[in-house]
């Protein structure tokens, strides 16, 4: 089959890789018709998370049509049209039995804290991803899911991942009725936490970037006001004159280890094998908050060399929530808002290449040419 595959920082290519196979009775495997770059797909692009070895495939945000299905699987059958969520679960541990599938602990014997994650290097447990024709998916009881008739390619792309995580920060922010929500990054993931954020009762939303198309994107699509980094000497004290120097009751971190690479996190990250990090958007969160209120951490982060402000967070009482999202545990309801009209996620896709052309992808998505929001990868197999 063809697929993306690894080469170093800065270097993917499409190859020839031995197509998937039934590996346990569980497994089944997936025609992909299409996936996308995600954000977090660029710490691996750029070098800096460990363990990504050459020849890996990334890609964790997949949909396609089930194309064989092992001897135990009994909700899937070939020819299904599926989506399947990034995180990698069996659904039946302690922590699948609370729903905390992004922490299950069956499937990632290199890590203590995350679970299986599809084309995430062998921190997550080694799992070729779906920037390919095929992928395995395990454990097809608990994790793909049909496709409704009605949903839409691209909506349903969106739910594998980005939406629904966006979704889950908003829920981890508490959000109550007339709440002020502020959300650092405008990317896929913040836009739509914050568009989410009205779902659940917002009264304000603001949304911080650097970039003038992500702003308007944020303008257009979440329906926030828009603060520009590069028009704020000090972006806290915008927050708070926005505020009535209270700060806000809901900050959410969509920005992570800043997935561009300062020279630091190259050394700590490419050199060191250690994913550093910059703390500087969870610092900035930390200080835009209200005493008494609560940060939302959705950001991609590793371990963190430079100093977080935890002696602020104690002093002015937040609460600090965070996880990689549940995946699945989000779709009802999203399924419920879709159909209602609420939203589609789906506009959030900007750009649409071929599987051949990734390695161009990746460039565009990198350096942000092009008014990049978020690009599709389409096999020519649909």
Not at 118 to 144: I, L
Not at 186 to 212: E, K, Y
Not at 303 to 308: E, G, K, L, Q, S
Request: glycine share 12%.
């Amino acid at each position: 089959m063809r697929a993306m595959t690894y080469r170093g920082p800065y270097k993917v290519r499409v190859e020839e890789k031995p197509e998937p196979t039934i590996e346990h009775p569980n497994d089944a495997i997936v025609r992909v018709t299409r996936a996308a770059i995600c954000g977090s797909d660029l710490h691996l692009y750029h070098g800096l998370m460990p363990d990504t070895r050459i020849g890996h495939t990334f890609g964790h945000e997949i949909i396609g049509v089930v194309e064989e299905v092992g001897p135990s699987v009994q909700n899937l059958s070939p020819g299904d049209r599926v989506m399947v969520p990034f995180n990698i679960y069996c659904g039946s541990c302690f922590f699948c039995s609370r729903g905390l599938y992004s922490n299950c602990h069956n499937v990632n014997p290199n890590a203590t804290a995350a679970g299986g994650i599809y084309g995430y290097s062998h921190t997550t447990g080694g799992y070729d991803g779906g920037q390919a024709e095929f992928v395995r998916v395990p454990f097809a009881d608990v994790g793909p899911s049909v496709i409704p008739d009605w949903l839409d390619d691209d909506d349903a792309l969106m739910l594998t991942d980005a939406f629904s995580t966006g979704y889950f920060g908003a829920q981890l922010g508490d959000i109550s009725e007339g709440d002020t929500v502020v959300v650092f990054g405008a990317g896929p993931v913040g836009l739509a936490a914050a568009r989410s954020a009205w779902f659940m009762g917002a009264g304000r939303v603001i949304v911080i970037d650097h970039l003038d198309y992500r702003l308007e994107k944020a303008r257009t699509f979440a329906f926030a006001e828009t603060l520009a980094l590069s028009e704020h000497k000090d972006i806290v004290v915008a927050v708070k004159k926005a505020t009535e120097y209270l700060g806000a009751d809901v900050v959410i971190d969509a920005v992570g280890a800043e997935a561009d690479g300062s020279v630091v996190q190259h050394v700590t990250g490419a050199k060191l094998k250690l994913l550093g990090g910059s703390p500087v958007a969870l610092n900035w969160a930390i200080d835009s908050a209200r005493k008494g209120g609560t940060v939302s951490v959705l950001g991609a982060y590793g371990p963190i060399h430079t100093a977080v402000k935890f002696g602020d967070v104690v002093n002015k009482g937040l609460t600090l929530r965070s996880n990689q999202a549940p995946v699945k545990r989000q779709w009802p309801r999203l399924l419920e808002h879709i159909q209602a009209g609420h939203v589609r996620p789906g506009e959030l896709l900007s750009h649409r290449i071929p599987l051949e052309y990734i390695a161009e992808g990746y460039h565009l998505f990198s350096a942000k040419l092009d008014d990049c929001i978020k690009p599709t990868i389409l096999m020519g197999t649909e």
